[in-house]
């Protein structure tokens, strides 16, 4: 799963839109205006007469106030950046400030409530109560899992509580969100109100969800803006029914992966950091779901252009680390042969940067890819060594750095 952040007003208006379907017997009395870069709230008053009308709340809505600050740099911590998105909500009376989040984990997914909502969640922690929901759950289940885990300090409004945590996990479930979190939220009668929202979904979905999500964003960090590489990958991604995902880290690095498997990506990562090599790191990415030749071959090249613009300055081969765990369902032989197609291409480049390739792989077809990865070796003029899966995954790690 690759979790990627949406703005606020994203994650308030994908409720919104699927609210009555999974919310029957409550209300969501949303209303919100984004306001983005070049433009001011007198824009949007038309369509929304209520702004001026109202009391207002404005906030940055930049995953992380408006004319005197849209387009200007700030600086949070060592971080520097500009807001371009500011969130005008009605501001709501009320007396009550609670906390729910969801969370999808492996074995399961987790529901959190507290009473103490608010912005010192953590320090009241000892509040906050766990429901855990096994996967796959019924929704008669679902009820009795909800009615049973209920803080007892919820259970004077259990009648809606309970639609609402069962209404709203489904609608997380459905909708693909990897983290959900209303913080804080209240209730006034049968009307629920998220003041502040935070949601993350499980872009690798993006394929399957995309009439459902609409034309949502992912933007990039507070502070961080993606590269045209990140860029291009995304967008292949996105288009895409497998996963493709690259983080630029250092361009200058002098160690680059491409990794098959999210949970291998990280392995190797660590693996990296703990032999000291974390600063000549060049990218994090992975590539999993049984990418395309095409898609892997357009994958490889972008990591290769970076690898490849300029040598090390010390004149010290670059290092490119082919690996993965043991794929399930992934044709390893498809794979490679993108990956071929492309250091093939860039195989002149390789060669001007001294560049020395280890690869480790196992899975469907993965005999077929090892021979044909060793095959080029012999022609490539470039270094490869290639192992199968009786290795350990992070053995040409500790090959590649111990020269």
Known sequence: MAQRGIRE??????LKKFWERYLPTLEYPFKAVLVEEGHTLKDYLKDHPWL??????????????????????????EVKDKLTHFLVEPFVPHKEELYMAMVSERGGDKVYLSEKGGVDIEEVWETVREIFIPIPTSE?????IV??????EFKEKRGVFIPFICGLYKL???????????????????????????????DTAHFDCAEAWGDIAFPAPFGRKL?????????????SGASLKLTVLNPKGRIWTMVAGGGASVVYTDTISDMGASKELGNYGEYSGDPSTDETYEYAK???DLMTRERDPEGRPKVLLIGG???????????FDGIIKALQEYKEKLKNVNAKIYVRRGGPNYETGLTRMRQLGETLGVPIEVYGPETHMTRIVKMALAH
């Open 227 to 239: 590269t045209p590489e990140e860029t291009h990958i995304r967008s292949v991604d996105e288009g």
């Open 140 to 144: 008669e289940k679902l009820k009795e």
């Open 147 to 152: 009615s049973d885990g209920l803080p007892e």
């Open 9 to 14: 007003f994203e994650g308030k208006r994908l």
């Open 52 to 77: 001026k009308e109202e009391g207002l709340v404005v906030k940055p809505d930049q995953l992380f106030w408006i004319s005197e600050r849209m387009g200007k740099e700030l600086t949070i911590g």
């Open 302 to 304: 972008t990591i290769l």
């Open 172 to 202: 997380f479930s459905d909708l693909h969100f990897a983290y959900l979190e209303l913080n804080p939220f209240t209730i006034l009668e049968k009307q629920i109100i998220p003041f502040d929202l935070v949601a993350r979904l499980d």
């Open 325 to 335: 765990g043991i794929a399930n369902f992934t044709d390893v032989a498809r794979t």
